[in-house]
């Protein structure tokens, strides 16, 4: 699996912040600069909030570039429509930025965010109690910890492409273009999901650009957004996604019963949870939606606006719940071609490499490895460039590293060298008299 | 053949704080071992439940893990107020838990059941008044039939 944080080497002076705030451990120091584990980096961009000189950013496309071609098919995260110091209403939204150039792509995500949340309530009806609670496939930093972290609960992700992917391939059809897409996505894992799939099926969409590049340019170039009445209702279902509940809410409307529903946002909650889940403990609820950010994606790394005020704009306005006959029987219909949203592979497990592919020798390991973290100063400093003594321990056994990068352990060493300097120095040839 | 792999815990009584990482130690243990990951979640299932019995009922106690190339064995040891009916006890939904512990959401009466249908061996030794041993094994290799 890629990730999609970029780090600028001259800006990183190898500190040891961004290691520490990494939920999976994935990052190291190496020659004064850091490193990110790959396989275990999910994009969550913790490492993005801790770090102090800015050396970590997000590896998405160039705007300029993109939007230099003439027209771009752009299709907006439900983030997208809280960050300009108002709730824009996407049919306002939607004429003002076709002026610069830009078609975005409304009705297809209300389409496959309507699709999403009445294909999971279908699915959560066909699985028997013990199969529940089926997990929220939405936020791909949650799937990434679940492959890490929580493997067994894999079967429980509900198998559904991400909505914004959806849409990509409703448009498709639509409009049989072939005119490439463009995401404006809050955070780097939407940009993973897009470059990289877990599933490895290829997108339907080509470029993403961070929502900040896209608010930044469109305030610049001066766009207005358009006021609207306090008591104004939203026809649009899919804006309510960006916020922790939104998803859980839509399926629950869809739904022909009432759901019991958990929703939770940020990485403790989201661990905390998933960990309750696979002790068993959450019998009797029908499905969970965890946001590894705070609030949900309006808490995500490339999103400008105050995840606050953000979050306040979409809870004032009232949204239209009602869905029509019509779009039921479109959604009937859609549900009966599981290509356009079923997910094709299961997720694969991603777990940490064991010690030793065999047992016995695992075993014995792990022992090395207890009997070396034993000796260590256990204040996990990380001036050895790892987060944990811990993890050093299991890096030197792995053979990755060794005790003398621990500063502790290396004075110590110098110590007993001195020690023994200083009793060689004070031994004196028997060949010479000893002084008085 | 290795040594096994013993790990120790000690569980305090009425600590909800804490409960839970003693099946969360065992469980990343387990998984470094390169265990399979549905043992390591039956494993953490039992440790997790004996960990709550052990915090609500027994007043604390031990709980001993021992690893060995053939199988996970759990132990918990406790100088609790023992259990006067086995039968009842490991019957789903059966509780005697206090109602701060089910203010909780814990003490739903899935303790035991829960641990006995992930175990491949279940032994409890229990004498009211002196204190309960429960004895779990999963087999880490299929056993020959």
Not at chain 1, 207 to 214: A, E, F
Not at chain 1, 236 to 249: C, K, M, S, V
Not at chain 1, 333 to 353: D, G, N
């Amino acid at each position: 699996m890629a990730h999609s944080i970029r780090i600028s080497y001259s800006a990183c002076h190898g500190c040891v912040n961004c290691i520490k705030s990494c939920p999976t451990e994935a990052i190291r120091v190496i020659n004064g600069s850091i490193a990110i584990i790959k396989d275990l980096c999910v994009d969550c961009g913790e490492c993005l909030r801790a770090c102090a000189r800015k050396a970590l950013g997000l590896d998405d496309d160039d705007w300029e570039l993109i939007h230099a071609h003439g027209s771009v098919e752009a299709l907006p995260d439900p983030t997208f429509f809280a960050q300009f110091g108002s709730f824009w209403f996407p049919e306002d939204a939607q004429p003002t930025l076709a002026k610069s150039g830009v078609n975005l792509l409304i009705d297809e995500a209300e389409q496959a965010f309507d699709l999403s949340a009445y294909a999971t309530s279908r699915i959560i009806e066909e699985m028997s109690p013990d199969q529940r609670p089926l997990i929220s496939a939405y936020c791909p930093s949650v799937i990434g910890l679940i492959q890490l972290q929580f493997p067994e609960l894999l079967s429980r992700v509900i198998p559904i492409k991400n909505p914004l992917e959806i849409a990509a391939e409703l448009w498709r059809r639509g409009t049989k273009s072939f005119a490439p897409m463009t995401l404006f996505a809050p955070c780097p894992a939407k940009i993973t999901l897009v470059r990289d799939p877990v599933t490895k099926e290829p997108s339907s969409i080509q470029h993403i650009v961070s929502i900040r590049k896209v608010v930044h340019f469109l305030m610049a170039a001066g766009v207005k957004v358009s006021s609207y009445e306090k008591s104004a209702k939203s026809k649009w279902r899919f804006p309510t996604w960006a916020t922790r509940g939104g998803e859980t809410r839509h399926i629950s409307k869809l739904a022909g019963r009432e759901l019991t529903v958990i929703a939770v946002s940020g990485l403790r909650n989201t661990k905390d949870l998933l960990q309750q889940l696979e002790l068993g403990r959450l019998r009797g609820v029908d499905f969970v939606e965890c946001r590894t950010c705070d609030l949900g994606c309006f808490g995500g790394v490339a999103v400008p606006e105050s995840r606050f005020l953000a979050h306040l704009r979409n809870r004032h306005i009232e949204t239209d719940w009602e869905v029509s006959p019509q779009r039921r029987s479109e959604l009937d219909a859609l549900y009966e071609t599981p290509k356009i949203w079923h997910t094709r592979e299961p997720i694969p497990s991603k777990q940490r490499l064991p010690l030793s592919n065999d047992l016995s020798e695992a075993m014995s390991r792990l022992k090395q490895m207890n009997a070396i973290f034993a000796e260590m100063p256990h204040i996990d400093c990380g001036a050895c460039g790892r987060p944990s003594c811990k993890a050093m321990a299991e890096d030197i056994v792995r053979e990755q590293g060794d005790i003398t990068d621990c500063i502790f352990k290396l004075r110590e060493g110098i110590s007993s060298l001195a020690a023994q300097i200083l009793s060689l120095a004070d031994t004196q040839p028997h060949t010479i008299q000893k002084r008085r | 053949m290795p040594e096994p792999i013993d790990l120790e815990y000690d569980v305090v009584a009425d600590d909800y704080q804490t409960a839970g990482e003693a099946s969360n130690n065992l469980k990343e243990t387990l998984k470094i071992l390169g265990v399979n990951s549905s043992i390591c979640r039956r494993a953490a299932i039992i440790a997790y439940e004996a960990e709550m019995n052990l915090v609500i009922h027994a007043g604390g106690g031990r709980i001993v893990a021992n690893i060995d190339e053939n199988k996970v064995e759990i132990k918990t040891i406790d100088q609790g107020p023992g259990i006067p009916d086995i039968g009842l006890a490991i019957q789903e939904g059966y509780t005697t838990a206090g109602d701060h512990a089910r203010e909780m959401g814990f003490g739903a009466g899935m303790g035991l059941p829960n641990i006995k249908r992930n175990a491949d061996v279940f032994e409890i030794d229990t004498k009211v008044g002196v204190g309960t041993t429960l004895r779990t094994v999963i087999n880490l290799k299929e056993s020959p039939i």
